[in-house]
């Protein structure tokens, strides 16, 4: 098994969903791990149920999004947990 490259262009199919008003439709990210952060934290779970990432050419859907996601070498999760963190701790520069 080759190494996955997270530096490709991807392509998001997500899932088809009935219960969201706007649904989102099929977009193309310049990097796959850009699109994978986006199925995982930004896509409604309805439509992550149904969706299938390609990159050059090869498929994946729900559960290898995942372990994608959650694997040692996607490349934007200090970034995520940093954004996060900043949001969820107050401000230095706050007025009292």
Known sequence: MTAFDYDC???LFPGRTHHVRRPTGY???VTAAEAIRFAVEQLPAESL???CLEV????FGR???RRLY???DYPLRE???RTRDRKSSPSR???D
């Open 49 to 51: 149920r149904g969706a």
């Open 27 to 29: 977009k193309r990210f």
């Open 9 to 11: 262009p991807a392509e």
């Open 93 to 95: 520069n706050a007025c």
């Open 56 to 59: 050059d050419e090869e498929r």
């Open 63 to 65: 559960d290898a999004i």
């Open 70 to 72: 959650d694997s040692s």
């Open 79 to 81: 970034r995520t947990r």
